[in-house]
């Protein structure tokens, strides 16, 4: 054997170990779960007897009953999230990096500032905002309908998380949660969004103002443009995490009166580690794992092969 | 962010710039509503945060006792402080963020350095692993926990931090290798070294800037991270503060001045690394996305 | 160079730190049990962990009360009082379960009696039967038939009760009713015509708390039980009465009629703030568990000065009761310390001493009545005399699953009001429990 051939050997064998504890904890555990979620486990104890995708029925047809209703809500708030969610992250995040592109003096200071929710924990953000959007009652006001009613605003008052009115499937209540997603989330868009109009070359901008370009005409025609593959980065980044997000709507607001606040991790953690319905918690996140598949796998495969032909 | 920029120009002030500045004040003090309550409440007495008329008001006068209380507990209302869960947290977090970058730096270096067949195919299926929603896992790795005798404790859930932490800190480590010259790894092979020679002398000592992105990224997921927490470990003494933070929150109690107190607790430690080491951290959320 | 080798050293300093903060970690291994040997005299020294969500208020003394009672009885016995806080005692639940499915149970838990203990854990083999306890104190005649049929599945009782509440009360502001002219309904025709009274009159008639949903099926399982009786209502559990039936139908019905009574933030409240609605004279009823006494006591009103009780609309000779228990784990490291715990617990000294505290009235019905207030002797009354029937939110009456798909049903039910669709909801829950088909 070849000195060479010898040493690839060695370096897969110092990588082998990662290689395994992937293996196992994440493609032998989906496999497990995917096994779990075709099962009739409903109780404390495990139970592997064949139940076919009864589970899955249970989730999506009249036979799971109230189950069936939860998770079609469900399925809707993560639409209805993610959309506003996104929305509002690329929005804000690229307006507030092409304002601080703009030689702003205290851009460190305005930039820590946007950025800072990113280093909390989703947890830490639940409970402040639980806080700011808390309702009250109509003898204890609390949070913003306190301060509306100091104001003399009480027509804006409303019972923001806890209100189940919606707009067809829009559950209204949803709104406090995206602005507080927003809120931690935002950063990261306009860091992404910074370090890209940095990347632009001056020179460019130089080549088009002399061209008579105007300022505006330069963002719209040049450097939106440019920006594209960060928007595609950052949509696909936030998407997954909203796809899955759990801490944040479970510490503020939990699945909320008629489940208008409930997501599917909320529903899958509550039916398998209070509920004992082991089965039915497997195929929720089955599901989960499919919806953040399919966004993340094309995303995966186009970036990496877009690095292997640089 | 390039170096390379043109010298500043002396930007006069006219109504955009105003304008613009503007914007950026606002959005500034929008962002900063959830600090202002957080210190606002958690300097307040008991009484105080109770006085609704003033919820949104100042502070009477620099109250210490909420803080006195998050950390202690209120054992007469039931109330368990949170000294032992910050410890816990640190307990948690300190071994699983040097493990996984060390695990990470090795994976990198090999990953980088060392392309053997397959690479190509294992390198995407290990970066799957980071984006999973861990819901998929939780119900096998909660009943292997405890099946090797691991499950409700800390060491459980390092091991389960190290394992999932393995894609992240793999990806950070093996795009800062990539800029390495491979000269510098064919001088050190020319001079006999072998393949963990070479890592040792050459790339370990340049390692440090990669080191501090992977720990900060590391250090701040596990610490704020819930999911894995509440579900691994159920009793309450051996709880990271997220956890116990959460219990407090979600429990129908009004002591609101210790409930924010606990929450700066909660978050000072990361916001310390983050306003300190800021240009690493953001280095780390970048390379995230994959590639940055 | 210099920078590189100090950073060296950091990084060396930083892992030996990790490690040695790894290392002093708290340990919470499992450690095997001993196994119990015949030799050993009973109870006579070592520990007994207890488990339950008792932490605070009433049922922290009421439970150390009972720790002064097994103390006297055998000092060097060392106790370790387990605790979990939150979420009425769901958050303990989780924290047993992973306990029980890692082998290392407490030596005896706090549980609701009846379905919660048999489907979870009794059906799960985690359980060891307590008859004999029974036996050897001579309980079986002290404690009710009612009772024990609750504790008991395939011929054997599973848990020592140490209480009994009430579900099925109805408590009313004696000021505001005087105020306004009305007595206490005894039946939902009453109800409704004393609610149209009070609202017309500015007061809200009935305070509602369902922040965490499990109140608004406490009042639920009264409207049932209060339109069907308790026959019918028994036979809920047992498959043999039609979840799709015209009484299930008509307790839906009026439990939608009811909530266009009650008070318009009841989802942002918790039961005790809805009972200060009433204690407050802003509300004029509140359908509770008797532990509202509890709270009414604890803000220093007195039963039949400031506030009244009686049974709920249409449930007048029936009892809704719930029950706190404990049980014996396989595999308790105590083993005999467990036993011993599980006597005191169903002594009538232990009794005496833990339900006055906590405000509930004893299982057995030997007790002694002079200790209890005028309100948990006229349950006392109730409970001796009454039709007995096992509460569905307290877990007394179906299983932890049933329970869930029904508080899942009541909390889009109280959102949208759809007797329907809520009907269709509970009559698949029932199958899906396995009692239906």
């Known amino acids: 054997m070849s000195q060479a051939r010898r040493e690839r050997w060695i370096a897969f064998l110092l990588i082998l170990p990662s290689i395994i504890l992937i293996a196992i904890f994440v493609y032998g555990f989906i496999g497990w779960t995917a096994t779990v979620s075709l099962s009739q486990w409903d109780g404390v104890e495990p139970n592997y007897a064949w139940a076919g995708l009864k589970n899955f029925r249970q989730l999506f047809t009249q036979e799971g009953g109230v189950s069936a209703t939860r998770f079609r809500i469900d399925l809707w708030n993560t639409l209805f999230f993610t959309l506003l969610f996104l929305l509002v992250c690329v929005v804000i995040g690229l307006l507030l990096a092409i304002l601080l592109d703009q030689k702003i003096k205290g851009e460190g200071i305005f930039r820590t500032i946007y950025l800072f929710p990113m280093a909390l924990s989703f947890v830490v953000t639940g409970v402040v905002w639980q806080w700011i959007f808390a309702p009250g009652t109509e003898t ?61 070359p001056e020179e460019l901008r130089e080549a088009a103002r002399v061209d008579g370009a105007t300022e505006i005409g ?93 | 962010m390039s170096a390379h920029r043109t010298p500043r120009r002396t930007v006069r002030l006219n109504p955009t710039r105003i304008g613009i500045y503007t914007l950026l004040i606002l959005f500034a003090l929008l962002f900063l509503i959830p600090v202002y309550v957080l210190v606002v409440s958690s300097l307040k007495t008991f009484a105080e945060v109770q006085d609704l008329s003033r919820l949104w008001s100042p502070p009477t006068g620099l109250h210490l006792e909420s803080f006195r ?204 690394i983050y306003i300190i080491m800021g240009r690493y951290f953001i280095r780390g959320l970048l390379a995230g996305s994959v590639k940055g | 160079m210099v920078s590189k080798r100090f950073w060296y050293v950091g990084m060396a300093a930083l892992i030996m730190a990790s490690l040695l903060l790894a290392a002093c970690q708290p340990t919470a291994a499992p450690t095997q049990p001993p196994a119990p040997t015949a030799t050993q005299p009973p109870a006579a020294a070592g520990k007994l962990e207890i488990f339950s969500w008792w932490t605070a208020g009433g049922e922290a003394e009421g439970l150390n009360a009972l720790y002064k009672v097994f103390s006297a009885k055998y000092p060097n016995v060392e106790i370790i009082n387990a605790t979990v806080a939150g979420g009425a005692g769901s958050a303990a639940k989780a924290v047993l379960a992973t306990r029980m499915q890692a082998g290392d149970p407490p030596d005896s838990f706090q549980v609701h009696a009846g379905h919660e203990l048999i489907d979870s854990w009794v059906k799960a083999g985690k359980m060891e039967p307590v008859t004999f306890i029974f036996k ?59 609610a149209d009274k009070l609202k017309a009159a ?145 002594s009538k000294e232990g009794q005496d001493a833990f339900n006055p505290l906590k405000g509930s009235i004893p299982a057995r019905t030997d007790a002694d009545r002079s200790l209890y207030d005028v309100y948990l002797q006229s349950a006392m009354d109730d409970f001796a005399s009454n039709q007995i029937v096992p509460s569905l939110a307290h877990g007394a009456a179906a299983s932890e699953g049933w329970v869930t798909a029904i508080n899942d049903a009541m909390t889009l039910f109280v959102a949208n009001l759809d007797v329907a669709a809520a009907q269709t909801a509970m009559a698949q829950a029932c199958k899906t429990a396995g009692v239906c088909k």
């Open chain 1, 140 to 200: 204890r006001l609390r949070g913003v309908n306190a301060l509306l009613h100091n104001l003399g605003l009480d027509a804006l008052r409303w019972k923001w998380y806890t209100d189940t009115r919606s707009v067809g499937p829009f559950h209204l209540a949803l709104i406090p949660v995206i602005i507080a997603a927003a809120w931690q989330m935002i950063g990261y868009c306009m860091a992404m969004y910074l370090a890209g109009l940095r990347g632009i």
């Open chain 1, 218 to 310: 330069i963002y719209r025609h040049i450097i939106l443009p440019m920006l594209q593959p960060i928007t595609l980065s950052a949509l696909i980044v936030l998407g997954h995490i909203s796809l899955k997000i759990f801490d944040l709507v479970y510490t503020m607001t939990g699945k909320g009166p008629g489940f208008v606040t409930d997501v599917p991790g909320i529903f899958m953690f509550e039916t398998t580690f209070q509920g004992n319905h082991y089965a039915q918690g497997a195929a929720i996140s089955i599901i989960m794992l499919l919806m953040v598949a399919l966004v993340i796998i094309p995303y995966l495969v186009f970036s990496l092969r877009r690095e292997v032909e640089l």
């Open chain 2, 69 to 272: 209380a998050a950390w202690w507990g209120i054992p007469e209302k039931g109330l368990r402080g949170l000294s032992q869960n910050l410890l816990n947290s640190v307990y948690l977090t300190v071994p699983a963020t040097i493990l996984s970058s060390m695990l990470g730096s090795l994976n990198g270096y090999i990953l980088s350095k060392w392309r053997f067949r397959g690479a190509n195919v294992l390198f995407p299926l290990m970066l799957f692993g980071m984006f999973i929603p861990y819901q998929s896992i939780l119900i096998p790795l909660t009943q292997t926990l405890a099946a090797i005798h691991l499950g409700g404790t800390i060491w459980g859930l390092i091991l389960v931090h190290v394992v999932y932490g393995i894609p992240i800190t793999t990806l950070i480590f093996r795009n800062y290798y990539a800029e390495v010259p491979t000269d510098l790894v064919e001088a050190a092979r020319i001079d006999g070294a072998n393949i963990l020679g070479v890592y040792w002398r050459v790339l370990f000592p340049l390692s440090v800037p990669g080191f501090v992105v992977v720990i900060i990224w590391q250090f701040t997921n596990i610490w704020n991270e819930f999911l894995f927490a509440v579900s691994i470990l159920q009793k309450p003494d051996v709880q990271p503060i997220t956890v116990a933070l959460r219990n407090l929150a979600g429990s129908q109690i009004q002591e609101w001045n210790m409930i924010m107190a606990g929450t700066l607790i909660a978050a000072v430690p990361t916001l310390l």
């Open chain 3, 136 to 194: 050897d104190n001579n309980w079986l005649d002290k404690y009710p038939k009612g009772v024990i049929d609750i504790l008991s599945y395939e011929g054997e009782i599973w848990s020592v009760p140490v209480n009994i509440h009430r579900s099925n009360v109805l408590w009313y502001n004696k000021k505001v009713f005087a105020d306004n002219g009305v007595t206490p309904p005894t039946n939902f025709d009453e109800f409704f015509a004393v």
């Open chain 3, 202 to 346: 500015g007061v809200t008639p009935l305070a509602l708390g369902d922040n965490g949903i499990w109140a608004a099926t406490h009042l639920f399982e009264s409207v049932l039980l209060g339109t069907m009786g308790p026959d019918k209502y028994r036979g809920l559990w047992t498959g043999e009465t039609d979840w799709n039936g015209p009484e299930v139908k008509s307790a839906l019905e009026t439990f939608a009629k009811i909530m266009g009574y009650v008070n318009e933030d009841h989802a942002a409240l918790s039961w005790d703030q809805a009972a200060q609605l009433v204690a407050d004279g802003k509300a004029a009823m509140t359908i509770m568990g008797d532990w509202a006494e509890g709270y009414f006591k604890s803000i220093g009103q007195t039963p039949d000065v400031e506030f009244g009780y009686v049974p709920s609309p249409g449930t007048k000779g029936s009892f809704i009761m719930l029950s706190d228990s404990f049980g014996l784990p396989k595999g308790a490291k105590n083993r005999d310390n467990g036993i011993a715990w599980l006597t005191v617990c169903g």
